[in-house]
């Protein structure tokens, strides 16, 4: 192996020490932009490790491994709460800023499912066909991917960004300094703000992993203004949201067990009829729901592998909890699951359901009435 070579968005992300950390010292690598880029300043950038003869592609493997396994050891038991959270949800409610949750770091989940997430985002706010100039409230910002594409693509008044994790809402408030963009931290289920507050209320990949769904789309509902609109979106786990299927569908070939993690079993709220009752059952008019496809194009495996070990998610937080055996012998075991072409790039598709309503109806005091009776409400 000559070399390797890395591709990522830049994003502010500090990608040479990145590299640096993974595959070895900042001075025996060189930026190179890709071809097509040279005249402009490129999105993305390579980072190419010279050719060392000493070392073989094998052991250039295993002191990868090394390195991240030594990195990993004194967080290793917080990764194992982090998996008994994703199982047993947040205790008391919605997802809390003070459990070790996994979905805490910006850098890391941009690398895992910010890039794709981004895309679905801008798909979304075509759909919903929002004029300039009304304000918007982004629920479960995360790294204000969303609240970033509204900025750029629909001109609003202002956009509030609301997530229960300080570390994201920290990263968001860094890379975004648009002043019509402001970030709090705050619970999905108890929305710190007045009725009909905001024009469109969005909610982006956060539905599945709140404790109450219903409650939490009684409170989008409840900050939306009267004609506004409210959109949410979630990734299609147990269908064409290939990048975690198909780890899920590997790690359980290897270990039946990891089936109870398997975010595709363990999220009913990720298919569109789900989508659809909540928004109904908390009031809007005019529900629907859509597929929104976006391509998920990794340059190798490596690019595919790596941003798991970053511990974000479910699928993440297994990854690094498992022992370096166990988790070489999951890697191999994806690598050969998944479609490679003959430069070794990986093309995977990525789904999300999203859904939209409008509010539609006259009394405020019907939208509290149906939220308590949805709760009263026990299945049959």
């Given at each position: ?7 990522r ?30 005249g ?7 980072w190419?490790?010279r ?10 493997r295993r ?20 998996l ?6 947040a ?6 800023e ?6 805490v770091?910006?850098g ?25 100039g ?55 289920l108890?929305l ?15 539905l ?5 769904p ?6 989008i ?18 269908g064409e949201?290939e ?13 039946p067990?990891a ?8 999220f ?9 009752r ?13 597929a929104?496809d ?36 999951l ?5 050969a699951s998944?479609?490679a072409?003959?430069d ?27 939220a ?9």
């Amino acid at each position: 192996m000559g070399f390797l070579r890395r591709r990522r968005p830049t994003d502010g992300l500090d990608e040479a020490e990145c590299y640096q950390r993974l595959h070895g010292e900042r001075d025996s690598l060189v930026r190179v932009l890709e071809p097509e880029d040279a005249g402009r300043r490129s999105p993305y950038w390579y980072w190419k490790r010279r050719p060392n003869p000493r070392i073989s592609g094998e052991e250039l493997r295993r002191q990868l491994l090394a390195r991240l396994e030594a990195r990993r050891d004194p967080e290793r038991q917080g990764a194992q709460v982090a998996l008994e959270t994703a199982v047993n949800g947040a205790p008391g409610g919605g997802v809390s800023e003070a459990e070790p949750d996994a979905w805490v770091e910006g850098g890391p989940y941009e690398r895992y499912v910010g890039r794709w997430s981004r895309r679905v985002a801008a798909e979304l706010l075509d759909w919903l066909e929002v004029g300039p100039g009304r304000r918007w409230l982004d629920v479960g910002c995360g790294t204000g991917a969303l609240t970033e594409t509204i900025l750029e693509a629909v001109a609003p008044r202002e956009v509030v960004g609301v997530d229960p994790s300080r570390g994201f809402v920290e990263y968001a408030r860094s890379r975004i300094e648009d002043g019509r963009a402001r970030f709090l931290v705050g619970d999905a289920l108890e929305l710190p703000f007045g009725d009909d507050s905001f024009d469109a209320v969005v909610s982006g990949l956060v539905l599945n992993f709140v404790s109450q769904p219903e409650r939490a789309v009684a409170e989008i509902a409840r900050v939306t203004a009267r004609a506004g609109v409210a959109s949410a979106y979630v990734w299609d786990y147990s269908g064409e949201m290939e990048v975690i299927r198909r780890f899920w569908d590997a790690a359980v070939a290897l270990d039946p067990a990891a089936a109870d993690l398997h975010e595709g079993h363990r999220f009913p709220v990720c298919q569109p009829e789900e989508l659809e009752r909540l928004f109904r059952g908390a009031g809007f008019a005019g529900v629907e729901t859509r597929a929104i496809d976006v391509a998920a194009r990794f340059v190798d495996f490596e690019d595919y592998w790596l941003p798991f070990l970053g511990g974000q998610g479910p699928a993440g937080a297994y990854a690094v909890s498992l022992p370096e055996e166990r988790r070489v012998e999951l890697r191999e075991a994806l690598r050969a699951s998944l479609p490679a072409d003959e430069d070794g790039s990986i093309a995977l598709v990525a789904r999300a359901w999203a859904v939209r309503g409008r509010d539609e109806r006259a009394s405020r005091g019907l939208r509290a009435t149906l939220a308590v009776d949805s709760e009263r409400i026990e299945p049959a």
